[in-house]
């Protein structure tokens, strides 16, 4: 499994579990890299009003640590 494929792993499974324990209203977390290497993570959460909102934080060449400190600083 390459660097990648961790932290996507990381971010959508193990970190979205911690996070939705700590707040409720997280929906999801998608990790993606495109084809210019740009590292991403797009949080979505559930509004007071039930409607959705999506936030996409830059994550570039964070490691695991980086990017969960990154993402808990915005929820």
């Known amino acids: 499994m390459n660097i990648y494929e961790e932290k996507e792993k990381f971010v959508e499974h193990e970190l979205l579990k911690l996070f939705q324990r700590i707040s409720p209203d997280v ?8 084809k210019n290497g740009e590292e991403s993570v797009t949080v979505t959460y559930l509004l007071s009003d039930a409607s959705q909102c ?11 640590r980086g ?4 993402i808990l600083m915005y929820i």
């Open 27 to 34: 929906l999801n977390l998608c990790y993606e890299r495109n």
């Open 54 to 64: 999506k936030r996409i934080m830059s994550v570039t060449a964070n490691d695991l």
């Open 67 to 70: 990017l969960a400190l990154e």
